[in-house]
T-cell receptor
Framework: AQSVSQHNHHVILSEAASLELGCNYS??????LFWYVQYPGQHLQLLLK??????LVKGIKGFEAEFIKSKFSFNLRKPSVQWSDTAEYFC??????????????FGKGTKLSVKP | EPEVTQTPSHQVTQMGQEVILRCVPI?????FYWYRQILGQKVEFLVS????????KSEIFDDQFSVERPDGSNFTLKIRSTKLEDSAMYFC??????????????FGPGTRLTVL
């Protein structure tokens, strides 16, 4: 069965610090990978996704993620965080095959708190 | 930008009662999903819906659950006889018409269901 692990439950950073949030998945086939963000009081929004091509994916608000197939990883990075990046970040995966309905398997989420 | 909306934002019910959670997906989307998140746990897939029928469902989605698209705009999740363990945040999502697994799913703000 597919599963997603996010190793950090809560990360606290100061503004301008660099961010890396870990995500590993377990699945034997081809996958699509997503990072969603949930700002306080708001709904889940897509930050970025990977489904094929360049394994380094750039998303909104200066975020990027790198798919490393050999490590089953899709870590999220940002070189310099801002207070407004305070949110919960969710890694998700779905199976990439014909007939797949795209049901997402989520990690448990990582809360990011950025101190001004 | 179009958004997925959900009502109510919070529903409190007694154990054994029926509840209906409502969602209005983005208007030109064709795939619809329900997910739930029990407090402190992962977001979990419940069911996907396409062309007026269930496409896929998880083992959580037992006979107590049903989904419907009654009027071409609303998408509802019904729980026939609620249990304490149904207390969770329920998220609706929709995605567009290309029927590819990498399509972005757009999430609603969620309905918090509390079963007493």
């Amino acid at each position: 069965a597919q599963s997603v692990s996010q190793h950090n439950h809560h990360v606290i950073l100061s503004e301008a610090a660099s961010l890396e949030l870990g995500c590993n998945y377990s699945y034997g086939g081809t996958v699509n990978l997503f990072w969603y963000v949930q700002y306080p009081g708001q709904h889940l929004q897509l930050l970025l996704k990977y489904f094929s091509g360049d394994p380094l994916v750039k998303g909104i608000k200066g975020f990027e993620a790198e798919f490393i197939k050999s490590k089953f990883s899709f870590n999220l990075r940002k070189p310099s965080v801002q207070w407004s990046d305070t949110a919960e970040y969710f890694c998700a995966v779905n199976a990439n095959y014909g007939g797949s309905q795209g049901n997402l398997i989520f990690g448990k989420g990582t809360k990011l708190s950025v101190k001004p | 930008e179009p958004e997925v909306t959900q009502t109510p934002s919070h529903q409190v019910t007694q154990m054994g009662q029926e509840v209906i959670l409502r969602c209005v997906p983005i208007s030109n989307h064709l795939y619809f999903y329900w997910y739930r998140q029990i407090l402190g746990q992962k977001v979990e897939f419940l069911v996907s819906f396409y062309n007026n029928e269930i496409s896929e469902k998880s083992e959580i989605f037992d006979d107590q659950f049903s989904v419907e698209r009654p009027d071409g705009s609303n998408f509802t999740l019904k729980i026939r006889s609620t249990k304490l363990e149904d207390s969770a945040m329920y998220f609706c999502a929709s995605s567009s018409s290309t029927a590819r697994s990498e399509d972005t799913q757009y999430f609603g703000p969620g309905t918090r269901l509390t079963v007493l």
